[in-house]
């Protein structure tokens, strides 16, 4: 894939009433002459409370290139979303977790004869800001994403995603039944009525388009077939904002193929559905043959008349012209070649990265072996831990606790950031016998009475603790 390039102009702008302190000075410029002279792997050792975030965004600012940062968990990483915000309110700062409020995988247990179907709720907001992560990565420099480890999972080709936008300026000439066959092509329904993201309406001379990263839908007024205004509305205050020369309009889906790569993949497909029920029916497996025939010839049917189908990622690679065991399509993809990487946490990170492919080929393997899916199926997983560390050009691992990755790949060299900005220091702890520990422990809470400050008693159990109330 051919990825941009970035430039030495200055990116980034950090905005903060603060400056380093303590160790963050140090930190900051250990990191940034590491990067600068190629070191692939760093580690800050940073203990807690003592401003690591902030000395991320220092590095990011200095490093000035595009940056991704990992986190192992969504209420993590809502944090750092919103602290970066804070430190560059003129840059994007995207957050990219996975959609689901609920999600049960595809999966066939052949010990109970049981299928279960893949069923998902996808929350609207979080899919929203996945997509405006994807396109500000495709039309502009200035971006950090802050996501978890769901984004080593396939999320389908960064160039298809881009190939297949529409652009509408003012002043083109455009026919409304082609205009909107290519929004259908985009995954945009059209809805007259329930008007949300993804979905277009058109109202006279008008038509409403609500883009998928969007936060508020665009009008776009004709005069016959000439574009004549485009402008971003409310479509419940019906309050009109910004006017704009020209939109652009990307999928309403990451996993979107373009209607040739669609035909040209389906006859693939078949040759490998046929040779896939040969070896079945071959081994008397009758049933599973007859299952797999049906199942992939609706996917075919469905995809060569919508251009879509539910689990269209199990079929990536004949779209892509890749092989199985090629790496699958990530955010990671859609980033330049030269960006910078940090993993948070990344004593707890690195390892979800590591047990992830696993756990996904062994559920993948019983669909196959029992004829719900094409062996090709195996190319809709997430990257292999050697595949993520492939992608680390420029790596900053950030942790109170490295743990053994860290080790081997910076040769257990760290930078260390233990001083505090504040100058606080970690409160002494004294540890006494339990003879006795009840009358010590009310000696020391009347001492604390006495000078008008509280005390916090903490137990191993309620039971415990409903003991000495």
Do not use: W
């Not at 007259?192 to 883009?211: A, E, K, L």
């Not at 831990?385 to 760290?414: R, W």
Request: glycine residues 6%.
């Amino acid at each position: 894939m051919n990825k941009k390039t970035t430039t030495d102009t200055p990116l980034f702008t950090l905005k903060s009433k603060y400056q380093p302190s303590g160790d963050q000075p140090e930190a900051i410029k250990a990191i940034t002459k590491g990067l600068k002279e190629g070191q692939r792997y760093q580690t800050l050792l940073g203990a807690t409370g003592t401003g690591k975030t902030f000395t991320m965004a220092n590095v990011i600012q200095q490093y000035n290139k595009p940056t991704l940062i990992l986190a192992h968990n969504k209420t993590l990483t809502a944090q750092l979303a919103a602290e970066l915000r804070e430190f560059f309110p003129d840059h994007a700062v995207d957050y990219f977790v996975s959609y689901y409020d609920y999600y049960q995988p595809e999966a066939y247990n052949s010990k109970t004869d049981t299928y279960i179907e893949k069923d998902a709720l996808i929350n609207e907001e979080i899919d929203k800001f996945r997509h405006k992560a994807t396109t500000d990565l495709i039309t502009r420099k200035d971006v950090i994403i802050v996501a978890s480890v769901s984004c080593i999972y396939g999320l389908g080709n960064p160039d298809e995603y881009k190939d297949m936008m529409v652009e509408i300026k003012v002043g083109d000439m455009i026919k409304r039944s082609d205009f909107f066959l290519q929004l259908v092509q985009l995954q945009y329904s059209r809805n007259d009525t329930g008007f949300t993201r993804g979905c277009f309406r058109v109202i006279g001379d008008m038509i409403d388009v609500f883009p998928a990263f969007a936060e508020r839908p665009f009008r776009i007024e004709l005069f016959g077939d000439e574009i004549e205004k485009i402008q971003e509305f409310d479509p419940t205050l019906g309050e009109y904002y910004d006017t704009v020369d020209f939109l652009k309009i990307y999928p309403g889906k990451h996993a979107l193929v373009s209607r040739q790569s669609i035909e040209q993949g389906i006859e693939k497909i078949k040759e490998d559905l046929q040779l896939r029920s040969a070896e079945l029916r071959a081994n008397g497996r009758i049933a599973e043959a007859q299952r797999l025939e049906q199942r992939t010839e609706y996917d075919m049917e469905m995809m060569l008349e919508t251009g879509y189908v539910s689990g269209i990622e199990n079929y990536s690679h004949y779209f892509s012209g890749a092989k199985v065991e090629d790496p699958p399509f990530t955010l990671i993809d859609y980033f330049p070649d030269d960006f910078l990487m940090i993993i948070d946490e990344s004593h707890m990170s690195l390892p979800q990265v590591g047990a992830m492919y696993e756990g996904n080929r062994s559920r993948k393997q019983s669909l196959i072996d029992y004829g719900f899916r094409l062996p090709s199926s195996l190319s809709n997983r997430p990257l292999k831990f050697d595949e993520f560390l492939d992608h680390m050009n420029h790596c900053v691992f950030v942790s109170a606790t490295p743990g053994k990755h860290e080790k081997a790949l910076c040769n257990e060299e760290y930078i260390e950031q233990i001083i505090r900005p504040t100058g606080l220091l970690d409160p002494i702890i004294d540890v006494r016998p339990s003879e006795h520990q009840i009358d010590d422990l009310l000696n020391e809470i009347r001492i604390r009475i006495q000078k008008n400050e509280r005390s916090l008693v903490t137990t191993l159990t309620k039971k415990q603790a409903e003991d000495l109330q």
